[in-house]
């Protein structure tokens, strides 16, 4: 069935910690995107990538980083969590064309303590 | 330059009574348009769109939304509200003539549907 996938679900870390958050489509996308979102608040893209080896930063400033080495694959890393990472972590894919909607992934939750 | 605007952080309706979200939008050249809506703890999901023709679209669970080009809106509708169908609402635009394939999120807003 094609689908996102996003693990973990939920993660509580310390500070000074480098996580990676998993992110995978099976849907072919060529297009795939992460947004930080407060809960219950507005979403803020912090990277996006048009296909394999390309990769963007968005609007909101962010210490994290992506790859995208594989069409279905794009995680992203923190190399030393912080308490202000503390948020909730959305991954979305698309695919070609400015017409088509996004799909997104079940969330990651992290808590930086 | 693209932007839309969720005027309503907060609706409150009673189950039975329509229903509408409101959303207006800014943009250069001609819009594509969405709704998308997210329940507690998940991510976003897609409800319905405006690319081109009827201006009356209509999407999952009995939603529709109008396009009215003249007060740049996109107003989200269903006329008979349930329960479960209180969430997040969220309105998107994407600019064609931008060339940009990044959309622009609302504010989000919240339904909550009265028993």
């Known amino acids: 069935e094609a689908d996102i996938y996003q693990t973990p679900r939920y993660l509580v870390i310390g500070t000074g910690k480098k996580i990676t958050l998993e992110c995978s489509q099976t849907?072919?996308?060529?297009?795939m995107y992460w947004y930080q979102q407060d809960p219950g608040m507005e979403l803020h893209l912090i990277h996006y990538s048009y296909g394999v080896n390309s990769t963007e930063k968005g609007d909101l400033s962010s210490e994290s980083t992506v790859s995208r080495i594989r069409t279905e694959h794009f995680p992203l890393t923190l190399e030393s969590a912080r308490p202000s990472h503390t948020s909730q972590y959305l991954c979305?894919?698309?695919?070609?064309?400015?017409?088509?909607?996004?799909?997104f992934g079940p969330g990651t939750r992290l808590t930086v303590t | 330059a693209q932007s839309v605007a969720q005027p309503e952080d907060q609706v409150n309706v009673a189950e039975g009574n329509p229903l509408t979200v409101k959303c207006t939008y800014s943009v250069s050249g001609n819009p594509y348009l969405f709704w998308y809506v997210q329940y507690p703890n998940r991510g976003l999901q897609f409800l319905l769109k405006?690319?081109?023709?009827?201006?009356l679209v209509k999407g999952s669970y009995g939603f529709e939304a109008e396009f009215n080009k003249s007060q740049t809106s996109f107003h989200l509708k269903k006329p008979s509200a349930l329960v479960s169908d209180s969430a997040l609402y969220f309105c998107?635009?994407?600019?064609?003539?931008?060339?940009?394939?990044?959309?622009?999120f609302g504010r989000g807003t919240s339904l909550i549907v009265h028993p």
């Open positions: 998107a635009v994407r600019d064609l003539s931008g060339g940009s394939y990044i959309p622009t």
């Open positions: 405006y690319i081109t023709g009827d201006n």
């Open positions: 849907m072919g996308h060529d297009k």
């Open positions: 979305a894919s698309s695919d070609a064309g400015q017409a088509n909607e996004q799909y």
